[in-house]
């Protein structure tokens, strides 16, 4: 008769074994995740705006209006810095309206450069953070989003085409501090300035005010040089 030997492995060649299975499991996934035409991105925007750090002339019902994006091929975006700002950027940024927007996002999607619209709240008074998701695809990389500064003449948030799709790799995490914009329609100075309609219209800049309105130059506060808020960026699993 013949007699089979088992071989009986340590202990610790075992766990050895097992921890090394676990990290080529998460390996795998990872590259599943990055292999993916299409992910779904987790987007928290947090506001950094209040009184100590933007003290002049701080504005007593500060508040962001509801969200709206999409994400874009290189073809399309919705404003670009030193270019006039669309109708749809202007109502967004004087009212914090998204209808005309929504309709020009619908006009890039019907072009064929986009296929995914974000619209979704802002951040409320006397909130500090709103968390969204959205979809990204290899033909769609590139995000762009914005929210006014509210109250204010004709300020904004934004991101501009960022791409999260790079190296043939989806970005797994970024943190993006937000300037604030100025849509270049309104020639108002304070967060409460009366409408006071810019004629003709300048381009779009990074926000610089006098010390004694709001204090802000290239976007962030002159003394602090504090941001206004940040969105972070996560991909999900």
Request: proline share 3%.
């Amino acid at each position: 008769m013949k007699i089979t030997k088992q071989l009986t492995l340590p202990l610790s060649l075992l766990l050895l074994s097992a921890c090394g299975g676990s990290d080529n499991a998460s390996e795998n996934d990872m590259n599943t995740s990055q292999s993916l035409d299409t992910v779904t991105y987790e987007l928290t925007f947090t506001s950094t705006w209040n009184s100590s750090t933007f003290a002049t002339n701080y504005p007593s019902n500060a508040h962001f209006s509801p969200l709206v994006g999409l994400t874009h091929n290189s073809q399309r975006g919705i404003f670009t810095t030193g270019e006039s700002a669309s109708s749809g950027i202007i109502s967004m940024a004087e009212t914090g309206s998204k209808t005309r927007l929504k309709e020009e996002i619908g006009v890039i999607q019907n072009l064929g450069h986009s296929n995914y619209l974000i619209d979704e709240l802002g951040i409320p008074t006397n909130d500090t953070s709103v968390t969204i998701t959205f979809e990204a695809s290899k033909d769609f990389p590139l995000l762009s989003i914005v929210s006014m500064v509210a109250p204010s003449p004709d300020w904004f948030i934004g991101i501009n085409s960022l791409s999260l799709f790079e190296n043939e790799q989806w970005i797994e995490n970024k943190t993006v501090q937000l300037k604030v914009y100025d849509a270049g329609s309104d020639s108002g100075t304070t967060f409460k300035s009366s409408d006071s309609t810019t004629t003709p219209a300048n381009v779009i800049k990074l926000l610089s005010t006098n010390r004694s309105d709001s204090n802000f130059e290239e976007g962030v506060h002159f003394e602090t040089q504090a941001y206004i808020g940040n969105i972070e960026i996560k991909m999900m699993k």
